[in-house]
């Protein structure tokens, strides 16, 4: 998984490779590595870069709400979505 975004957050920032990986705990290669997709963090560790940024994640997206607001809740069921 390639980390673009993350990439373009840091920039947006004006904080490069150097000062932001030891600051959330890893080499300047690993981070380089990183956001190369040539490794993958952590949930942790995303979010550790992220609140260094100053932002947050959201985890769900529009396509995840408008499947739960199908969702019929009974104490007996699970979710699912409705057949075709």
Do not use: W
């Amino acid at each position: 998984m390639k980390l673009d975004r993350l990439r373009e957050l840091r920039k947006a920032k004006k904080k490069t490779i150097t000062e932001l990986a030891p600051i959330v705990g890893v080499t300047r290669e690993t981070y380089t590595k990183m956001e190369n997709g040539q490794t993958n963090p952590s949930f942790g560790l995303v979010m550790k870069i992220l609140n260094e940024l100053g932002y947050t994640l959201l985890l769900i997206d529009q396509k995840e709400i408008s499947s739960l607001n199908e969702c019929e809740v009974k104490p007996t069921n699970f979710c699912h979505t409705p057949s075709d």
